[in-house]
């Protein structure tokens, strides 16, 4: 029972490889360096990697709705079920500007995901905890301070580790068909409390700096970035600000029976595992 990834070099995608490999299940890991590749922008290159699958865990293509051409391919080659990472807020109207809602990927993967003739669970994670020592915020990090427009917001960071575990259990059990799991950490932190648990754990000296929407635009601008791109990242920090991105969810108690794993141990161990060496 081969499960494929789609996504599995990414943060969540490599530890559900991981956790599937310590299970003793075989899989077939696609991305654009695969062989056979798999892009998403290439649909000529989507059945190579479905062949013979019949469970998928698909982390989507942010940039443009093609997850619903991608179920449709996949249950033509013989799929029967899908576990969708997606993200909190998705449900949520004025979660980001009308413009970033309309065409979402995850807004739109989930409505096909959730009337496709699949086996399907939904994953939503709030922010992940791994943004700060794998993800965007890594550099700022390293360079001791966050510039961000999240005022004095907070945010319910959730492990990775923890969306990885619910991922394989959705593939590898059939008690988690059907279910939306909203993913959280047990608490939110501010900016604030982020630099201190980081600067605690790494004793680095990192500090938050409050910006204004405009100026992180201006910033990236300034180092390069399109204005439009910038104007994408500093807005999807908007929910933190508006503190819409606060709230707990149970997704891994419910899926899991275990609490979720706390921002500081998370930060622990990546600094034990040398993310910010
Ligand atoms: N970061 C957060 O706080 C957060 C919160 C909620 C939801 N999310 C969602 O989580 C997802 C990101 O997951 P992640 O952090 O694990 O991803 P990631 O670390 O950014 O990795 C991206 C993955 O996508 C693959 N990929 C990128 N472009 C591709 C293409 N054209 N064709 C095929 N594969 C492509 C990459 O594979 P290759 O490079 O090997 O091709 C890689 O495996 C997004 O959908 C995001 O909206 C993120």
Redesign the pocket.
């Known amino acids: 029972m081969t499960i494929l990834l789609?996504?599995?070099?990414?943060?969540?995608?490599?530890r559900v490889a991981a956790r599937l490999d310590d299970l003793g299940v075989p899989t077939r890991q696609?991305?654009?360096?695969?062989a056979p590749p798999?892009?998403?922008?290439d649909d000529a290159t989507w059945p190579a990697v479905l062949d013979g699958a019949r469970t998928a865990f698909v982390?989507?293509?942010?940039a443009a709705p093609v997850t619903r051409p991608f179920i449709d391919t996949a249950i033509g080659s013989g799929v029967e079920r899908i576990v969708l990472?997606?993200?909190?807020g998705v449900d949520v109207p004025d979660y980001l500007p009308a413009h970033l809602m309309e065409d979402n990927?995850?807004i739109d993967g989930e409505a096909a995901l959730r009337s496709a003739a699949v086996d399907w669970t939904i994953l939503?994670?709030?922010?992940?905890a791994q943004?700060f020592s794998?993800?965007?915020f890594r550099d700022a990090v390293l360079a001791g301070d966050l510039r961000l427009p999240a005022g004095d917001g907070a945010a319910s960071f959730v492990d990775?580790d923890d969306i990885a575990a619910v991922a394989v259990a959705a593939l590898t059990d059939d008690r988690h068909v059907g279910q939306t799991y909203e993913l959280s950490g047990p608490r939110a932190l501010t900016m604030t409390e982020v630099a201190a648990e980081i600067s605690a754990a790494t004793g680095r000296d990192v500090r938050y700096t409050r910006l204004e929407h405009d100026d992180l635009v201006r910033e990236l601008v300034d180092e390069g970035w399109p204005e439009a791109d910038a104007d994408v990242y500093a807005s999807l920090i908007g929910p933190i600000r508006r503190g819409i991105d606060a709230y707990l969810s149970d997704g891994v108690e419910r899926a899991l029976g275990r609490p979720a794993r706390d921002f500081r141990d998370v930060v622990r161990d990546a600094a034990a595992a040398g993310a910010w060496s």
């Open positions: 789609i996504g599995a070099t990414g943060k969540v995608g490599r696609a991305g654009r360096k695969s798999f892009d998403w922008t982390v989507p293509y942010d990472l997606s993200g909190r990927a995850h939503r994670p709030g922010w992940f943004n794998e993800g965007f990775v």
